[in-house]
């Protein structure tokens, strides 16, 4: 059991609740245009979902948080059992990627493979899918860079096998990680993509995102323009409301962009600068069915066990 300073246990605390917050704000945002300037949603809205209700970003990151509290290392059959279980409850959304692998899953395939072989006939397939939920690994590794960056990996390859999915959740979670320890937002960025040897294409990405303007910024669900976007906003603001808001007005994947977003700037300013009114809309089922909601609570408690 480490003992954690109160400052590293408020910023694990803050990227556990600004991922899932970020991914709320953005719900309502989804799959449409960029918001014009002087017209930027700053609150909580309704959507889909009630306002403050997370998505499946946060729905899948729980699925690995709760394998990261049973085994480590990781074990990727029993992730990809808990996608399964998630998957087979039929969960609000799901992205086409990951649908396609765990309905083979389902039927007994191994994930894994099933990604290598998926990116061998769809080479340039690479969305967002393993990004949007990679956060709980930095819960889990903070202090130990080597397995970090080994778990982002891995985590990744069960659905999205790609280099740079595999190279941005790596590169995501390193920056939240030394946000955590405590360096400052360029710093940790630059170190991050040193640790990780400054990989292809994503490197370019992150470099180059603190420079870009609001419309030069696509925010696809590629899953370079996710990151990018979340650098963006990350480095473009000085505190954790303002980031959400510049990235989730971005238009197109707003929330898993805000959640990438959130969970750096949660790291980044702790706990305790995250708007409460924002966290008493916080909710969402987990595990779907159950009728159990999550409220900040249970992801302060996540945080809490995940670095326990
Ligand atoms: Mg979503």
Redesign the pocket.
């Given at each position: 059991m480490i003992e954690l300073s109160p400052q590293i246990q408020d910023r694990l605390r803050g990227a556990a609740v600004g991922a899932a917050l970020g991914?709320a704000f953005g719900?309502p945002l989804?799959f449409l245009p960029p918001r014009p300037l002087r017209e930027l949603v700053v609150e909580m809205q309704h959507g889909r979902l009630p306002a403050g209700h997370f998505?499946?970003?946060t729905e899948m990151a729980l699925a690995l948080a709760e394998s990261l509290l049973a085994h480590r290392p990781l074990n990727p059959a029993d992730l990809t059992g808990r996608f399964v279980s998630w998957y087979e409850s039929n969960p609000d959304?799901i992205g086409i990627q990951t649908s396609t692998i765990l309905r083979r899953a389902s039927r007994g395939e191994d994930a894994l493979k099933v990604a290598t072989e998926l990116l061998k006939t769809n080479p340039d397939a690479a969305g967002n899918g393993s990004l949007?939920r990679c956060w709980p690994v930095t819960l889990a590794y903070w202090n130990d860079l080597p397995q970090l960056m080994e778990t982002s990996a891995l985590q990744s390859r069960v659905t999205h096998a790609h280099e740079d999915c595999v190279n941005a959740c790596v590169v995501a979670n390193l920056v939240m990680a030394l946000l955590v320890q405590g360096d400052e937002i360029p710093a940790a960025i630059s170190q991050a993509l040193e640790l990780a040897e400054h990989p292809l294409n994503v490197t370019e990405r992150v470099e180059g995102a603190p420079r870009k303007t609001r419309n030069e910024l696509p925010n696809s669900g590629w899953v370079l323009h996710t990151l990018e976007s979340a650098i963006w906003g990350l480095t473009t603001t000085d505190n954790f409301k303002d980031a959400i808001i510049q990235v989730a007005n971005l238009g197109h994947d707003t929330?898993?962009a805000a959640t990438v977003a959130g969970a750096l700037a949660g790291a980044a300013y702790g706990l305790s600068a995250i708007p409460i009114e924002w966290r008493k809309l916080l909710s969402g089922e987990w595990p779907l069915g159950s009728r159990t909601f999550w409220q900040d609570v249970g992801f302060i408690n996540l945080a809490d066990r995940l670095a326990g």
């Open positions: 991914d719900m989804e998505t499946d970003d959304d949007m929330d898993t």
